[in-house]
């Protein structure tokens, strides 16, 4: 078992805590409703510290991710992020991850928890013939969240957090900065996986109780409350997010998952998996769907989904939608029963539910 180097401030803030990913995690502080409710309508600190830091370095370092990834990754701008998915041979999902450009020749891959060592020995395994360095630095972070409307007040009301290189205000959604904190340098990204505006801030793991303070302190007269990782899914869940393991995995070709865009089909060159994702799918392969019911019982992972008296699909995340105050579910179903409107039936422990599928994401934050 692994554990944070915030996990001592866990213990003092009476954290219950989770085995997620072979990490010792932070699953809720208080309560899973009043947690998320705060990151709707103010902000919530996460530590995910368990995601894993890979550093791309080299001339050829655009060029390699190109193959190595799904996406175009030369063709990012420098301090843009993106999103992005690891390939097997066979078009399916090793990890999604979100890759971060900090020089013309420098890129930093976060990866799940869960699969870092899947990332990094195919992003090693990869490197061949390129003019590149791949190096795991996961153990060097700590990786601290803030994410709500009012995250960005937090951030700038943070004492000894200072030396942006882009304003905060200035920052778009998906760019990251470099910054200080009391001489620690970090990086700041306007990323979050919550659907709210947030941060996602990188720092060396003897600073990171230090900022978690600092961020506390100053968070704490605007609503800013510690969140763990329950209230974490059922945000992520509202927006519309896949999760790996739930709805992404080794089988899963990026269309079904309704990620196809995020595959570069057009670059030039070619990239681990692109003669099974232009092969495409078997034939009735399931597609990735939004459910939503009336009620206050809820289909949970694995659920199975009826169109009549016919198994039509399973869900792969559910959940009473605490924003919503509905039922909601993402889930593969039959591509003839898949579209926006479909009546069909969850089975919860025995009891048919009516529910409609709808377009991803539930929740969308105003602009």
């Known amino acids: 078992m692994r554990y944070s180097p915030l996990h001592g401030i866990h213990e003092q803030l009476g954290a219950a805590f989770t085995d997620f990913a072979g990490w010792m995690m932070p699953v809720r502080y208080s309560s899973d409703l009043a947690e998320h409710h705060a990151v709707r309508t103010a902000a919530g600190i996460f530590d995910i510290s368990h995601m894993a830091e890979i550093h791309v370095r080299g001339a050829d370092a655009g060029a390699y991710l190109d193959f190595a990834l799904a996406g175009k990754l ?88 200072g030396d942006f290189a882009t304003p905060l205000d200035e920052l778009k959604y998906y760019r990251e900065t470099a910054a200080t904190f009391i001489g620690h340098d970090l990086i700041i990204a306007r990323t979050g996986y919550t659907g709210e505006d947030g941060f996602e801030l990188y720092i060396q793991v003897d600073a990171a109780a230090d900022l978690w303070a600092a961020l506390t302190v100053a968070g704490e007269p605007l609503g800013l409350v510690p969140a763990g990782l329950a209230c974490r899914d059922t945000l992520r869940l509202e927006a519309g997010m896949p999760l790996y393991g739930h709805e992404l995995g080794l089988t899963t070709f990026p269309v079904q998952a309704g990620l196809g865009r995020v595959v570069a089909l057009s670059k030039e060159g070619d990239f681990v998996g692109r003669a099974a994702i232009e092969a495409g799918p078997d034939a009735g392969a399931r597609v990735l769907v939004g459910l939503a019911a009336e009620g206050r019982r809820a289909g949970r992972a694995d659920y199975a989904i009826y169109h009549g008296d016919t198994e039509v699909g399973v869900i792969t995340s559910g959940a ?48």
């Open 74 to 161: 030369s063709a990012m701008a420098l301090a843009q992020a993106k999103y992005s998915l690891i390939l097997n041979e066979t078009g399916g999902i090793i990890d999604d991850l979100v890759a971060y450009r900090l020089a013309d020749d420098h890129f930093l891959v976060v990866a799940n928890a869960g699969n870092r060592f899947a990332a990094a020995t195919a992003l090693s395994e990869r490197a061949k013939g390129f003019d590149v360095t791949v190096t795991d630095e996961s153990d060097d972070y700590a990786l601290i969240a803030v994410q709500g409307p009012v995250s960005r007040a937090i951030l700038e009301a943070t004492a000894g957090l």
């Open 320 to 367: 009473l939608s605490p924003t919503l105050g509905h039922p909601i579910a993402m889930a593969y179903v039959d591509a003839d029963v898949s579209d926006v409107g479909t009546e069909l039936h969850l089975d919860v422990r025995g009891s048919r539910i009516a529910a409609s599928v709808i377009s991803l994401p539930f929740y969308k934050r105003e602009a």
